[in-house]
């Protein structure tokens, strides 16, 4: 398989494999009037497996979502065909509108103009709460 390099974008790497697809659908990347490349589960000497994918137009990405779906994940910024600066994601503190609280007596759900709120109460297994009900969120 032979995918090109991209002269000016974002690549997103060391996507743990599988997960492509869920980042590409949060990141609404269909929208992009670009090409968009997916990898999944290339082979990596530090991962064993791995996605990536690659966007061919620079833009700003939702680092929440990112961080949220993979951590653990990198961002490389490519201009005129060279890797110009390589950013790591975290898990955010809070997520707004990433998730949907599952709740049918939260506020959120018959206040639809709130937006849904959580809040990280357990970073080392990755759990997420709504902020206006405690309920957990489902993670990913």
């Given at each position: 398989?032979?995918?090109d390099s991209?002269?000016n974008?974002?690549?997103i790497?060391?996507?743990?494999a599988g997960?492509?697809?869920?980042?590409?659908?949060?990141?609404?990347?269909?929208?992009?009037?670009?090409?968009?490349?997916?990898i999944?589960?290339?082979?990596?000497?530090?991962?064993?497996q791995?996605?990536i994918?690659?966007?061919?137009?620079?833009?700003?990405?939702?680092?929440d979502?990112?961080?949220y779906?993979?951590?653990?994940?990198t961002?490389?910024?490519i201009?005129?065909g060279?890797?110009?600066?390589k950013?790591?994601?975290?898990?955010?503190?809070?997520l707004?509108?990433?998730?949907?609280c599952k709740?049918?007596?939260?506020?959120?759900?018959?206040?639809?103009?709130?937006?849904?709120?959580?809040?990280?109460t357990?970073?080392?297994?990755k759990?997420?709460?709504?902020?206006?009900c405690?309920?957990?969120?489902?993670?990913?």
């Amino acid at each position: 398989m032979n995918i090109d390099s991209i002269k000016n974008g974002i690549v997103i790497d060391h996507i743990t494999a599988g997960k492509a697809m869920v980042l590409y659908n949060l990141l609404k990347l269909d929208k992009l009037d670009c090409p968009v490349a997916i990898i999944q589960r290339a082979t990596s000497t530090k991962m064993g497996q791995k996605d990536i994918i690659k966007i061919a137009v620079s833009m700003e990405l939702d680092m929440d979502i990112l961080g949220y779906v993979d951590p653990d994940a990198t961002i490389n910024i490519i201009r005129d065909g060279k890797l110009v600066e390589k950013r790591n994601i975290a898990l955010p503190e809070k997520l707004t509108n990433v998730l949907k609280c599952k709740n049918p007596r939260c506020i959120v759900t018959t206040e639809q103009e709130l937006p849904h709120v959580f809040k990280l109460t357990d970073a080392e297994n990755k759990v997420y709460r709504c902020l206006y009900c405690e309920t957990m969120a489902k993670n990913k």
